[in-house]
Each structure stands twice: as structure tokens, then as C-alpha cells.
């Protein structure tokens, strides 16, 4: 079973909570199918730290001691794990740990993910769906939108547009990248994986829906 762990003060216990459950959802996700073939990145909060994924990993097979430790206040990585790189995704969830605030941020590369954004302009919309309403503010006759931001040839360098599209979009809880994937963070863990589940829904059922010449708004 996860275990619970909101975003809290540090302590060593609080750590391998984190740590531990990282992996768990690194485990999930790769079963299905959000990260795989060593992509997608998860970062957990505890306190004024996080813990984050090594680059270049096969996710289902990632283990506690091989995540990096990054400090908040200095926006520097503070435990690096030998023989292993930093996720290119560090720049990225150090800003939308600043400017958001949360306690947990998840980067994967979901088809569905993918897909939508070559359908989809400058942004996902959908509306009078269910499934609307794992979202904060959000009820089932509101529209969902999603910014998309357009990818880069490394990561890294998203993280101008990335930030842009997060203060841009305030109701958002996620953000876009064409042609790779999404980034979602909420204020915990939790939090975070419901919405990349009914993410991932609202993804699949628009995809579907235009199939059937149905509108998904």
C-alpha cells in the first residue's frame, strides 16, 4: 500500500517515506506505460527538499539510494548518488516548485499525452466530463485546459517557456509539451496522482471522441 506523506517538515524517517514511494510510483507508472524506456521524471517534496529521479534510468527498476536531493532555498542539488546523472528535468521542477509551490511534480510520457498535443493548438480543452472534477476549482460543466508548450532538442531548455505557460495558465495544474509528454504537479503526492490519472483519462476520451466526430467540449 502507498503510504501517506503530505508536504512536511524533514526528517531522516520522512526521507525513505519519500524515497520508497518514488519508487513505488516509478513501479506504477512504468506498468503503465508513463515512463517508459528510461523516460519521465518524479520529484517528491519533504520540506524545504525534494527528492527526484536520476536521468537515464529504466524507471521500474529504479532504486532509494539512487535519487538526488535537491535543496529549495538554493535551487542547488545537495546529495548527488554515484555514477549517476541529473534528470534534465531538475531546472524545470525547481521552477514549478517556486512559482507553484507543490509538494510533488511528475513529468510522463503518456501516448495519449503525446497524441493530443498534434490534435490540440495551444491548448487541451475539454468540458462535461466527470472526471473534470479530480481537479481543484473544477466542476463537470467547466472546461479543463491544458497549455501546450513546443518541445526542445534537451529538456532543460523548457524551462523559459515551461515557467511562462505555469503563471500564464494559473488554473492550470499541468502543462503540455508537443510531441513528448506533460508535467503536473499539485501540493501533495496524492494529489498528484489522481489528477495524472484522470489527466490521462480526459486524454483517452477526447482522442476517442474525435473518432466517433463527437466534440469533447
Not at 30 to 47: D, E, N, P
Not at 115 to 138: W, Y
Not at 155 to 175: D, F, Q
Not at 203 to 209: H, N, Q, T, V, Y
Request: overall charge negative; glycine content about 4%.
Amino acid at each position: 500500500a502507498f503510504c501517506v506523506l503530505e508536504k512536511m517538515s524533514s526528517s531522516g524517517e520522512e526521507d525513505q517515506r519519500a524515497k520508497d514511494l518514488i519508487v513505488e510510483l516509478c513501479q506504477l507508472f512504468y506498468q503503465l506505460r508513463w515512463c517508459t524506456g528510461s523516460g519521465g521524471a518524479l520529484s517528491i517534496r519533504v520540506g524545504q527538499r525534494a527528492f527526484v529521479t536520476p536521468s537515464a534510468v529504466q524507471k521500474e527498476r529504479i532504486k532509494q539510494d539512487e535519487l538526488f536531493e535537491l535543496d529549495l532555498t538554493s535551487n542547488q542539488i545537495i546529495y548527488t548518488p554515484p555514477s549517476f546523472a541529473p534528470s534534465s528535468c531538475v531546472p524545470l521542477f525547481l521552477s514549478v516548485y517556486k512559482v507553484r509551490d507543490a509538494g510533488a511534480v511528475f513529468h510522463t510520457h503518456s501516448i495519449n499525452a503525446m497524441l493530443v498535443t498534434l490534435v490540440c493548438d495551444d491548448a487541451f480543452r475539454i468540458s462535461h466530463q466527470e472526471m473534470i472534477k479530480g481537479f481543484p476549482g473544477h466542476q463537470f460543466r467547466d472546461t479543463l485546459e491544458i497549455p501546450i508548450i513546443n518541445n526542445m532538442p534537451k529538456e532543460s531548455l523548457l524551462e523559459e517557456s515551461l515557467t511562462e505557460a505555469i503563471k500564464a495558465w494559473p488554473r492550470s495544474p499541468a502543462v503540455l509539451v508537443r510531441r513528448h509528454g506533460v508535467f503536473l504537479w499539485a501540493d501533495s503526492w496524492e494529489q498528484a496522482k489522481i489528477q495524472l490519472e484522470c489527466l490521462d483519462y480526459l486524454f483517452e476520451a477526447f482522442l476517442k471522441m474525435r473518432q466517433l466526430n463527437i466534440d469533447p467540449n
